[in-house]
């Protein structure tokens, strides 16, 4: 079965400083690797997704993620953060290319 | 805007009572999905339709949830009978087959709060 951990539950950062939001999945085949973000009230939107080739990929907003299949992670990162980058920001997997299993969350607090 | 859109974004209900939620896809996406997050937790899949044959329901779907997509159009999900455990967001997802893979585009949710 497949599994995600979030490690941090809360980031706080100071703004224009850079982060790192850790995630591991579990799988025993090879899956769809995603980050999505949830504003306040909103729905999900993907920020960037892994499905095969480069292990360095890139999203919207000037977040990417490294693929590392030896330590089964997908860590995000953004060299450097805005206010408006406030959101909880959700690790996922996806196999056999239908339903999605996400991690628990990680809300990234922007301080002044 | 052609996004995923979901009715009605809150619903306050009485413990006991039917709730019926409706999700209206991305045109001319095969694929629905609704998911149920609650407070502090990821979304966890319930089921999925392609087309207007259900393909899979999670564990977490029990007999007091059903959801329909006649047609192969908009889906409803009703449940009966609610539970204060039924509080939640629900989400509905719509994907068509891009290349290899079905990416998912998420709606707004709607919030149910049981009392």
């Known amino acids: 079965a497949q599994s995600v951990t979030q490690l941090d539950s809360q980031v706080p950062v100071f703004e224009e400083a850079p982060v790192e939001l850790r995630c591991n999945y579990s799988?025993?085949?090879?899956?769809?690797l995603f980050w999505y973000v949830q504003y306040p009230n909103q729905g999900l939107q993907l920020l960037l997704k892994?499905?095969?080739?480069?292990?360095l990929v890139k999203g919207i907003n000037g977040f990417e993620a490294e693929f590392n299949k030896s330590q089964t992670s997908f860590h995000l990162r953004k060299p450097s953060v805005h206010i408006s980058d406030t959101a909880e920001y959700f690790c996922?997997?996806?196999?056999?290319?239908?339903?999605?299993?996400f991690g628990k969350g990680t809300r990234l607090h922007i301080l002044p | 805007d052609t996004g995923v859109s979901q009715d009605p974004r809150h619903k306050i209900t009485k413990r006991g009572q039917n709730v019926t939620f409706r999700c209206d896809p991305i045109?001319?996406?095969?694929?629905l999905y609704w998911y149920r997050q609650t407070l502090g937790q990821g979304p966890e899949f319930l089921t999925y339709?392609?087309?207007?044959?259900?393909?899979?329901k999670s564990r977490l779907l029990s007999d007091r949830f059903s959801a329909e997509r006649p047609k192969g159009s908009f889906s409803t999900l009703e449940i009966q009978r609610t539970e204060q455990g039924d509080s939640a967001m629900y989400l509905c997802?719509?994907?068509?087959?891009?290349?290899?893979?079905?990416?998912?585009?998420f709606g707004p949710g709607t919030r149910l709060t049981v009392t």
């Open positions: 799988s025993s085949v090879s899956v769809y």
């Open positions: 996922a997997v996806s196999y056999r290319d239908d339903k999605i299993i």
């Open positions: 997802a719509s994907s068509s087959r891009t290349g290899k893979f079905y990416e998912q585009y």
């Open positions: 339709f392609q087309n207007e044959a259900q393909l899979e």
């Open positions: 045109s001319e996406h095969n694929r």
């Open positions: 892994y499905l095969s080739g480069s292990t």
